[in-house]
């Protein structure tokens, strides 16, 4: 069964030997192509544009957009880490958003490798409609889908990470 995201944010790695890893990780995921382009939907006939990686700062770069299933393994892209932001949002059979960044003890995990590597703070998006004068609607109310777009649209623009210089210079 497939999970949908919004996500966006970037990790920076300690080494390229990291970033070749989650690389190779996405790739066999099939989020990825080899020319390093993320997939629409795992289908490698559409993809999101220019390259996202930056191999001169050891840089993954994710673009705003839905992805299928990448919100359950982003943990797995921390390995390595001194750096970055990811958040994610669905309404798919959930209305949650999280928040994850790498742990200082990132950068010390072997490439590929599990463990303790982020920290993932996790908001209720019906909480933060009401805290930021959203309002709240039911399920069964008019409007209720459009709403939730809303809100993740708000929360998107208030929790996605600004981009490093080093990283909107030049990705390559």
């Not at 673009?63 to 958040?87: I, K, Q, S, W």
């Not at 303790?116 to 399920?139: K, Q």
Request: charged share 20%.
């Amino acid at each position: 069964m497939s999970f949908y995201a919004s996500i966006a944010g970037y990790i920076t790695y300690r080494s390229n030997e990291h970033l070749e890893a989650v690389l190779d990780y996405l790739k066999e995921g099939d989020w990825m192509n080899d020319s390093e382009q993320w997939l629409v939907y795992g289908d490698s006939s559409y993809t999101r544009g220019q390259p996202a990686v930056n191999h001169h700062s050891n840089s993954l770069l994710i673009p705003f957009g839905h992805y299928r299933n990448l919100a359950r393994v982003t943990t797995e892209l921390f390995a390595g880490a001194t750096d970055g932001c990811v958040v994610s949002a669905s309404t798919d059979g959930c209305f949650d958003a999280w928040r994850e960044t790498p742990l200082e003890s990132a950068s010390g995990v072997s490439p590929g490798a599990g463990g303790a590597v982020s920290s993932v703070e996790c908001i209720d998006l019906s909480d933060y409609a009401r805290l930021r004068g959203l309002g709240t609607i039911t399920p069964s109310e008019p409007g209720y889908i459009e709403w939730q777009q809303s809100v993740v649209g708000a929360f998107h623009d208030e929790y996605d990470p600004d981009l490093p210089e080093y990283l909107t210079r030049s990705v390559s």
